[in-house]
């Protein structure tokens, strides 16, 4: 019991870790199949040792679909998930393992929300979510509402049956053009829809299923799974129409039928499940607590892609960390097409044995750059090493804190300089018209911006510059313009330009949330004996950020440099924020998740709602009264479909500002 306990508490640990690594650092060390590994290990033992559960686990996070409003059932059979994966050759490796000679079951993966139906006496009893796996909602008044399921059947013995309730792509486009377009994806609105507390609603809402399994504790007649399906037609359930019987040696040719098909479908679909036809071994195998061990699902994810690594290159960025990228055999994801992939860092290239020549999935997930996620086959060239030195000034790289990146120390490494450049005039912080990446390169090689005082004296060199070839008057014009107009931008971009470590946009803006000024408040406070206490007070800000702070205004460099460029007219204050008089959003309270296309950061879109009197908070409670949903929109759009929030996609947002008359540029 003592050791449960402990690999308990050493798994969770380990997961937390893994998350803060991905959430807030953004240096994963492990790839997103591995965490779910890790994840699903805690879990099994968690079903295993109940009472050992803490009500703080990672796995409390997550959450099932029970909610208060049904009564519970318990489940006759475990109601298990199937285990993924993610490429036809791992699918047919694991299919080759288990049986080779066997037929198998192909079909589609039908996303929408899964139910599991209990018949007694030929007549519908039960349906139920799938819950834990153990214990489930019972919605069987709202699923009953579905025209396509059988409430009475000819078989009168007990009869489950499992299947998912889904809605079509031309009912949801209607019923959301209906609703002026508030659902985000089928998916979401089936899984609203069957929650709803009145029949009734449900009823109004184009819902369908489809079934793909059956049990019965008294029928064991049939020894296959095509003569249970072959059952459950006759008895006039929906049974998917496309389910085809193959064995292991048709699955290449099978699969990419199946995913050329896929685009084709008028229902969503996240990919295959392929499941072991024979009855009998099925029942040898058994299932794991989690999943059965004669099926597995084959995700179709646009977000994942097998390729080959071509060849390894590394970069030293502003901070001094050293960047291994792969240069892949280009594949598409996600409607782009990727030619290199990250590998992190060292301590991942040796843990998932990376090397030019390997055969890869790399992923592309949300807005962060692609992946290399999994090494299918190892290269014959061994695993790649990174050089010891900083490629471009030759200083020992060496590991900072706990970190697992390793780093040129050497502030004055030029391939670290030229970055910082680089990053203060980008579009996101000082927004420098002319001064892009190859400019700012071209005047660095030439040694006319060394530094960023440098820039805003360009103007001392308007006339040499003139006369250099490539530039010419106009564009010189150009780029001394966009110097000047920078000199406006507050300090809401001009600190997070300076590239201080951890001084993000964030953190800005939550010093000027928490009522500094400007630059002098912040230095003076970082400076005082009570600076570490006062800033920790702020909300957002922990320890780490808190330490950092006060170093980067403790450190004479950074001082002298804030100093340099105030005499050069830059503007080291916040703003204040313009209350518009007609305060729309008063007494409102919005959140925003996903990413937009017109407010890039998206604090461009909070800073309006604060200008109309609205307030901006970063999470959905049932006091929300708008969720603003861009691209890529998770957890939080879920949470707001289920409390009934108000939910505005971009366009909606635009359109309700354009109808104020308000501005967003
Ligand atoms: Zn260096």
Redesign the pocket.
Known sequence: MKDVRKELERLSSEIEEHQYLYYVKNQPKISDLEFDQLFSKLQKLESEYPELVSPNSPTRRVGSDLSNDFKKFNHKIPVLSLENTYSTQELIDWATKLDLDELYSLEWKVDGASIVLYYRNGSLEHAVTRGTGGVGDDITENIRTIKNIPLRIKEKSELIVRGEVYMTFTDFEEFNKENSGKYANPRNLVSGSIKQKHSYQVASRPLKIVVYDAFSPEIKKFSTHSDWMDFLKLMKFPVSEDMEFHKVSNFSKIIEKFRKKKEKLNFPTDGMVIKLNSMKRREILGNTTHSPRWARALKFDATLKETIILDIDFA?GRT?KITPRAKIEPVELLGTTVTYATLHNQDYINEKKIGIGARVLVAKRGEIIPAVEEVLEISKQGIFRLPDR?P??S?KLIKIDESVDYF?T?TK?K??VLNSLIFFCQKKQMDIEGLGEKQITNFFETETIQSIPDIYDLHLKREELENREGLGKKSVDIILKGIEVSKNKDLRFLLPSLGFSEIGHRVTEFLRDAGYKNIDEIIQVAQSESGRDRFLSIHGLGERTVDSILSVFQNPIHLKLISDLKERGLKFSFDEINKSKEQIFSGQTWCITGSFDNFQPREKAVEIIKIYGGSVTTSVTNKTSVLLAGEKAGSKLDKAQKLNTKILNESEFLDLLKSFGIKWD
Do not use: L
């Open positions: 030293i001094g900083c471009t000034c200083t040129c050497n490494c391939a670290r």
